[in-house]
């Protein structure tokens, strides 16, 4: 079964997820267009591992402005503002790990299907849908496409 999908402009992919970590950790590889950025946010009920790929991400956390190429990696601890920048023009990939498991479950419920990662859907994913169910995964929004820590 596949588990790819577009969520605001990114194409993921579930590699792993709480059935087959026994909860313990979501594996989700993705890909994201140039420039495209998170909106401020936190995870309050699990931790972020970034490791890039292909491109170049920046990380905004803690009044830092980090800059990650391929092969390097960061931690983000649960309950720390951030934001994500696919920052290179090309194509920037990235694996992230959510520890415990539930940011797969938020891809999946929101997300739309999709099997081609340069073409996304011509519908928009559900922005109340996605609103209702960050509030059970304990994702917050802190701030628009924009804001910094």
């Known amino acids: 079964m596949s588990q790819t999908f577009w ?7 579930i ?3 709480e059935h087959q970590t026994n909860s313990a950790y979501d594996l989700i590889e993705g890909q994201f267009p140039a ?3 998170t ?3 936190m995870h309050t009920k699990y931790a972020e591992q970034i490791y890039v790929l292909e ?6 956390l803690n009044k830092e402005k980090i800059t990650l190429c391929p092969g390097e990696h ?4 649960p309950n720390t503002p951030h934001v994500v920048e ?4 090309k194509v920037n990939r990235a694996i992230t790990i959510a520890s415990p498991s539930g940011f797969a479950k938020l891809i999946r419920s929101v997300g739309i299907p999709g099997e081609d990662a340069y073409q996304p859907p011509g519908t928009p994913n559900d922005m109340g ?6 509030k059970e995964t304990g994702d917050v929004i802190l701030g628009s496409p924009g804001a910094r820590p």
């Open 7 to 13: 969520l605001f402009g990114t194409y993921l992919n």
């Open 74 to 77: 960061l931690f983000i601890p």
């Open 86 to 89: 696919a920052s290179s023009k």
């Open 39 to 41: 909106p401020l946010h």
């Open 15 to 17: 590699l792993a997820d």
């Open 129 to 134: 849908l996605f609103i209702e169910l960050s």
């Open 55 to 60: 491109g170049e991400f920046t990380v905004y």
């Open 35 to 37: 420039t495209m950025e």
